[in-house]
């Protein structure tokens, strides 16, 4: 296949290598693989799942002074050096990201920026670690009765860790979790409404990456034998960071191609310039930041997504097939009261968004919101899904109250949404957006998911998604990028997605815009057909033919408030309604 062609290129170089290259070329190639495992934890961190960091090179700092030190003053072994270093470097990532991710915009890199700083003139001013005159005289490492001693030996050792690495970071992206971590840059709140547990996940991701990175650390520790604070500063934190980008963030094959570039860059640079102006001294710099910013110019997401678009092809797309089907819960018995709106107000500073809001929903049937543009229609869906908390009032779902619930929580219980304006990974699949409604019902972390150790519930999950996929109409267009979609197609990618969580109640807000009159026939006879298996229906629409022809019952508001509740016959004759939707005067 065309796409594998670059990864398969690279790998075949990586072997030969040590046949064909110089000593020199062989150091060279060591330093590519070791910053290619930090931009490899940044392609996860920032490219994969949005969050920024420059303090990287810190955590590279830790790895390498935690072995020196116990190399050095206590005698212990390097692979306890290495168990020591990952310890440290986890605890330091997760105190970090516990008081550090809670930052956004542009606070979250500024915290990292500080924090690699800080760590930097630790490294340099405390006496036990040499100040900067650094640690000196640490031992080799040894494997089954190998000393790997020499550059060359190390090449094999470094290169091997980069490759499990990546092998490791596919099947982290290919998996359940892997697609929650896609989630994180930009659309947390749609993952939050399925299960997703977004805070959890973004230290999760944080620890990795800084452990990829400490790997690295203790790695060049026992390659150059020394360590010194120069090579852990902040220079070398967006040096990492600039691999990562120019690479390509979203590719994990970026963190090579990024590495490679920008070391031997450097080097090039380095040699030659000397002998183009005649004179030593730091043009090096000046030239290399005017070339990265022609390579960001012209390959704005980095080198791999142009190699992608040379070598275009890639893996055999199959329709998914699951062995067994996902459990399903039980359905409320008909007419069983599911939930329960009590007097809730929702006030933004001086705005009532929505004020003293009653109503209740009988389970197995199909219920219409409406009300003008600012009726407080959308917000009634946040504060029954978790994602705005209520200013008074309560809110029951089957008895028991949510009001005060998380979206996770939420979803847990049943409730599932589609959103006013579609929120799309789209970039990604249908089947792939599809399959994260059911990400509560599939299990497995980061370990079982990084060795691939949960592929049978990757199925059942995908066979979940190619199914609802096929009950929306969507069917012919599992493998198509969401974006590319048509409007109305991505608002039913959304309903299928939220049939996917298997839920007793779905909130549907306006699924109707944007289709055309056939496509609305078919949405329609899909929500009665739903209707008849269980699923009550909340539905949010401004399309009044499509709705009343639908719902069995209408609600209508009017600024934040509750102004009338019946058949859809009665709706369309009240005054109060005709005044709201068309003036006193007609």
Known sequence: MK???????????????????????????????????????????????????????????????????????????PWLGLAVGLALTATAALLLGFIMLRLSDQYLPLGTIAWGISIYFAFGNLVFLGEHSGIPGIPPISLFGWIIDTGWRLY???????????????????????????????????????????????????????????????????FLRYVSPSPFGINAGIDYLFMAVIGGSGHIWGAVAGASILTLLKEWLKDVLPHLLGHNGNYEIIVFGLLVVFLLHRTSGGLMPFLVRMFPGGQRLVRPTAAALLPQRPQPARDETLLVIDRVSKSFGAVDAVSELSFELKAGGIVGLIGPN?????????????????????????????ERLGSREIAELGIARTFQHPNLLADRSALENAAIGAHLRGEGGLIAASLRLERAVEARLRGEAAQQLDRVGLGANLHDAAGSLPLGSQRLLEIARALCADPLLLLLDEPAAGLRHLEKQALAALLR??????????????????????????????????????????????????????????
Do not use: C
């Not at 009726?375 to 779902?397: D, E, M, Q, W, Y």
């Open 3 to 77: 796409a594998r062609l670059p990864p398969t290129i690279a790998i075949a170089t990586i072997a030969a290598a040590p046949l064909l290259l110089s000593d020199y070329y062989i150091i060279l190639m060591n330093y590519i693989g070791l910053a290619s495992l930090v931009a490899l934890g940044l392609v996860l961190l920032t490219g994969v799942a949005g969050l920024t960091s420059f303090g990287q090179a810190a955590f590279v700092g830790l790895g390498a002074y935690a072995t020196a030190v116990v190399t050095t003053r206590y005698g212990w072994s």
């Open 156 to 222: 094999f050792v470094i290169w091997l860790a980069v490759l499990l690495a990546l092998l490791a970071a596919r099947n982290l992206l290919d998996s359940r979790i892997g697609r929650a971590i896609r989630t994180l840059n930009g659309h947390a709140r749609m993952a939050e409404s399925f299960g997703v547990d977004t805070g959890r996940l973004k230290i999760i991701v944080f620890v990795y990456s800084a452990l990829l990175a400490s790997l690295a650390g203790w790695l060049y520790a026992h």
């Open 374 to 402: 600012g009726a407080g229609k959308s917000t009634v869906f946040n504060l029954a899904t978790g994602l705005l908390p209520v200013t008074a009032g309560s809110i029951l779902f089957r008895g028991q109250r949510i």
């Open 529 to 586: 057909d739903l209707r008849d298996d269980g699923v009550s229906i909340l539905l949010v629409e401004h399309d009044m033919n499509f709705l009343m022809g639908l719902a069995d019952r209408v609600l209508v508001m009017e600024f934040g408030r509750l102004i009338a509740d019946g058949s859809p016959h009665a709706i369309q004759s009240d005054p109060a309604v005709l005044e709201a939707y068309l003036g006193v005067a007609a």
